[in-house]
């Protein structure tokens, strides 16, 4: 099992909202979600900076996350970033 902790820093608290519901508009969380190798997607707020947004993806495999990098859903989340100027930070950890 991987994880995968994503943190995104946007220009302001406006810019996180907006990202975040753009991407649960189009349903990418749920999709992302429904993936094979999906054990855990989900997004938090961290309590000490408001235009931070924090992701918590797990996989069964590095292999499923790579998977995940080439659906469509994947690559609307490059669009959102850019459109919010959205700077990503990934940290990643193998667990046996």
């Not at 999709?31 to 855990?40: L, T």
């Amino acid at each position: 099992m991987t994880n995968f902790y994503v943190t995104y820093t946007m220009p302001d608290k406006a810019s996180r909202d907006g990202y975040l519901r753009e991407a649960q508009e189009q349903g990418i969380p749920d999709k992302s979600r429904e993936e094979e190798g999906c054990i855990r997607y989900e997004y938090f707020f961290p309590v000490d900076d408001e235009n931070k947004l924090f992701l918590w993806e797990q996989w069964e495999s590095r292999e499923h996350q790579k998977a995940h990098c080439q659906t469509e859903h994947f690559a609307e989340l490059g669009k959102l970033k850019e459109k919010y100027n959205a700077e990503t930070e990934i940290l990643i950890e193998d667990q046996n």
